[in-house]
């Protein structure tokens, strides 16, 4: 049904940059938002950017100013920008569709982002 497939993780430097993206299929006719997810080992999955389907914008305060969230409708797509890439940065990003209807939340597999110093 509903299915959502990141791609773009990598294997980085500092300060070099990376962009994620995930494409969603499948009969959503609600959709509140999109947004990435990361997830350290042992650590708990965080928001690190989210957007409406009216365009509206949220970031984490560790990323500001470094990643940008973006959209394609028309090609089902979110992008996730990553500029100044930090060790910090490294996690498993996720991929998320909110929607209107129950399920409320879809995710993807999941692409690994690994930031060496």
């Known amino acids: 049904q509903v299915r959502l497939e990141e791609s773009g993780g990598g294997l980085v430097q500092a300060g070099e940059s990376l962009r994620l993206s995930c494409a969603h299929s499948?009969?959503?006719?609600?959709?509140?938002?999109l947004g990435w997810y990361r997830q350290a080992p042992g650590k708990q999955r965080e928001l690190v950017a989210g957007?409406?389907?009216?365009?509206?914008?949220n970031y984490a305060d560790s990323v500001k100013g470094r990643f940008t969230i973006s959209r394609d409708s028309a090609k089902s797509t979110v992008y996730l920008q990553m500029n100044s890439l930090k060790p910090e940065d490294t996690a498993v990003y996720y991929c998320?569709?909110?929607?209107?209807?129950?399920?409320?939340?879809?995710w993807g597999q999941g692409t690994q982002v690994t930031v060496s110093s």
């Open positions: 998320n569709l909110e929607s209107w209807r129950i399920p409320n939340n879809y």
């Open positions: 499948g009969s959503i006719f609600s959709i509140k938002g």
């Open positions: 957007i409406t389907m009216g365009g509206r914008t």
